[in-house]
């Protein structure tokens, strides 16, 4: 629609109220974004949204990897997924969505370990066998990997399951906040552990 003023008083067009509703909210977040400001609650619903749709899976799995239960496991996701809520309206996109979901979601997993650390020599598998997704074929292989990373300290079960999830060392270390030398160190370390773990 073309926009006509006329400012002799004899008439002009009106912009949509649907275009100036999003003009609005344009310069809204573009003056939150220069000022500091939290985001609207639109957008932070909408960024939360597509954090879990897009990284949901990721949080399962890694909860799973620091769980012992099925009540562990839940109540490590509702907190997770509580934290990145309230955390939303800190993300300032200075690392990827992908980072920070990662970095919050071990930071409470590895908080709630060492809040409820307790030695555990075996983990509770039977009733978790279902909680993410595996090749049915690696089934056994799977969980007797998983009991093994649960022995391992949370720093290194932390990067070992980043590694698990194929991230690179680069993204290991952005992530944890140790070195890309100290990462490599570090699974080289963990896999002869896990190796001498597993063929016990």
């Given at each position: 629609?073309?926009?006509?003023?006329?400012?002799?008083?004899a008439?002009?067009?009106?912009?949509?109220?649907g275009?100036?509703?999003?003009?609005?909210?344009?310069?809204?977040?573009?003056?939150?974004?220069?000022?500091?400001?939290?985001?609207?609650?639109?957008?932070i619903k909408?960024?939360?949204?597509e954090?879990?749709?897009?990284?949901?899976?990721?949080?399962d799995?890694?909860?799973?990897?620091?769980?012992?239960?099925?009540?562990?496991?839940?109540?490590?996701?509702?907190?997770?997924?509580?934290?990145l809520?309230e955390?939303?309206p800190?993300?300032?996109?200075?690392?990827s969505?992908?980072?920070?979901?990662?970095?919050?979601?071990?930071?409470?997993?590895?908080?709630s370990?060492?809040?409820?650390y307790?030695?555990?020599?075996?983990?509770?598998?039977?009733e978790?066998a279902?909680?993410?997704?595996?090749?049915?074929d690696?089934?056994?292989?799977f969980?007797?990997?998983?009991?093994?990373?649960?022995?391992?300290?949370?720093l290194?079960?932390?990067?070992?399951?980043?590694?698990?999830?194929?991230?690179?060392?680069?993204?290991?270390?952005?992530?944890?906040?140790?070195?890309?030398a100290?990462?490599?160190?570090?699974?080289?370390?963990?896999?002869?552990?896990?190796?001498?773990?597993?063929?016990?």
């Amino acid at each position: 629609m073309d926009i006509t003023l006329d400012y002799s008083g004899a008439g002009f067009s009106f912009i949509p109220r649907g275009m100036i509703r999003r003009c609005i909210a344009f310069l809204a977040n573009a003056v939150s974004a220069l000022t500091g400001a939290s985001p609207s609650p639109t957008i932070i619903k909408q960024r939360y949204a597509e954090a879990v749709d897009a990284y949901g899976a990721l949080i399962d799995r890694l909860c799973f990897g620091y769980a012992n239960t099925t009540a562990d496991f839940d109540d490590l996701k509702q907190v997770v997924l509580l934290s990145l809520w309230e955390s939303m309206p800190r993300f300032k996109e200075e690392c990827s969505m992908k980072t920070w979901v990662y970095r919050l979601t071990l930071n409470v997993c590895v908080s709630s370990l060492r809040k409820n650390y307790r030695k555990v020599t075996t983990v509770q598998l039977t009733e978790m066998a279902d909680i993410v997704d595996y090749q049915p074929d690696k089934k056994e292989i799977f969980m007797e990997l998983h009991e093994a990373i649960g022995l391992l300290n949370p720093l290194d079960k932390a990067i070992m399951i980043l590694w698990l999830e194929e991230e690179s060392y680069e993204g290991i270390a952005e992530i944890t906040g140790v070195t890309k030398a100290n990462v490599a160190t570090r699974i080289h370390r963990a896999k002869d552990k896990l190796k001498t773990i597993m063929e016990k």
